[in-house]
């Protein structure tokens, strides 16, 4: 966590700075990122602490609001008719993709446990 949230911090410095001109280097964003996950570490419980709530809620608002706004502006400026990426291809082509879309969902993210054990569940004769 520490590392990735110090490259991310350190992606952004370059984002915004440029590349030759970053505030600090990708060692000292890890550094900097370091502190942050020591000193949360060090609360003693963040169910108390409302500010972080209220601050995480504000920021749903705000990305809400930022998707809402330039989806509008989008559809304001007359801009083309997105075809949302799908290849030309025929039914049968589309339809294995959408499968594939769903496996890679379910396997992908923890349930291939449940499978097996599912495949278990299947083969006892239930009463």
């Known amino acids: 966590m ?3 949230g110090g490259s991310a911090m350190s992606t952004m410095d370059a984002m915004s700075n440029g590349v ?3 505030v600090l280097s990708l060692k000292l964003w890890t550094v900097v990122m370091g ?3 020591m000193a949360l570490s060090l609360l003693p419980d963040l169910a108390h ?3 972080i709530s209220l601050f995480g809620s504000i920021s749903v608002f705000l990305i809400t609001f930022y998707c809402i706004a330039g989806s509008s502006v989008a559809i304001a400026d007359g801009l083309a008719a997105p075809d949302y990426g799908r290849p030309d291809s025929d039914a ?3 339809a294995f993709s959408v499968m594939t879309s ?3 969902i379910l396997f992908g993210y923890g349930f291939v446990s449940l499978g097996v ?3 278990l569940d299947l083969q006892i004769p239930s009463l």
Request: glycine share 4%.
């Open 49 to 51: 602490l409302w500010q």
């Open 20 to 22: 030759d001109d970053q």
């Open 2 to 4: 520490i590392l990735v």
């Open 117 to 119: 054990q599912w495949q």
């Open 35 to 37: 502190a942050i996950v």
């Open 92 to 94: 049968t082509d589309f």
């Open 102 to 104: 769903f496996g890679d």
